[in-house]
């Protein structure tokens, strides 16, 4: 009798599948429009893609309409991560989906180090110690993943605040509700640890020279001038070589960090109306 109520179930699942096709065919078939469109601009956002992912997302939109799609933004620091984020957010609140997105920032989770820099005096004499901000140690992956695991439960968590002059991290500061879409962005967030819980694994590629020309403008504003500015940066030339540019090869999608946000939004919103318009038609 067991065997049988499997044997039913499975093959219920199979009918499901079948009666969807058309609905999973309409949608790979928008996605690549979005992409053909996207490969004709002259800044295109789009630098590679993995066709095989393209098909697994259309396949959860279809199946498993109820999830959540966490999408991580991987990329070195100052290679354009919070401003993908930032636009593709615009482009969720444009749809007529509640709840559409939530972010989680890989920034916010940095481990407190004010004791540290308070004892140090100041940032050129911390990094003098061999600290480093710019390694997987420096940031709490364990912490974030157990949230990033309660918002695709439907649960709410309270993410904590890192203020970047101070070093200071303020545990439970900012509620985050869950989401039809998680945006999780950060240097990490495609660390091994991590990558097993993601169904988007987005990499954000930007030139060196124009990474150096964002950071040490961004340096500016948290604290970091002169010889601590250089020596962060080389610090952090040197980590990203180690840990992050290596994770390129593992994502869905590689995404052209010098595109406008205004394209970034449009391009955002075209996948989501790809998915959405086809959904609304079941």
């Known amino acids: 009798m067991f065997g049988m109520n499997i044997d039913k179930i499975e093959n219920q699942n199979l009918q499901d599948i079948k009666n969807d096709m058309p609905f999973l065919a309409k949608i790979l078939e928008n996605i690549r429009e979005v992409i053909a469109y996207d490969k004709k601009q002259k800044q295109p956002l789009i630098l590679r893609i993995n066709e095989a992912f393209i098909f697994k997302i259309a396949r959860k939109a279809i199946l498993e309409q109820n999830s959540t799609f966490l999408m991580s933004i991987a990329g070195e620091s100052a290679s354009g991560k919070t401003t993908l984020v930032k636009n593709t957010a615009k482009a969720c609140i444009k749809t007529d989906t509640d709840n559409a997105y939530t972010v989680i920032c890989c920034d916010d989770y940095y481990k407190d180090a004010s004791k540290e820099l308070k004892d140090a005096g100041s940032y050129e004499e911390l990094f003098k110690t061999g600290f480093s901000f710019d390694t997987p140690d420096a940031i709490d992956l364990e912490l974030m993943k157990e949230h990033l695991v309660k918002l695709k439960r ?129």
């Open 154 to 282: 439907g649960e709410t968590i309270y993410s904590p605040f890192y203020d970047f002059v101070t070093c200071e991290s303020k545990k439970d500061s900012v509620i985050k509700k869950p989401a039809k879409i998680i945006l999780n962005e950060g240097l990490y967030v495609l660390n091994e640890c991590m990558r097993d819980i993601v169904d988007v694994k987005i990499y954000v590629y930007t030139p060196f020279e124009i990474i150096k020309e964002r950071w040490y403008a961004r340096a500016v504003t948290r604290g970091k001038i002169g010889k601590a500015a250089d020596m962060q940066f080389h610090d952090v030339n040197q980590t990203a070589f180690r840990y992050i540019r290596p994770t390129m090869e593992m994502a869905d999608i590689v995404i052209n960090g010098l595109t406008t946000q205004q394209y970034i939004e449009e391009i955002a919103l075209m996948f989501i109306d790809a998915i959405v318009k086809v959904l609304r038609t079941r």
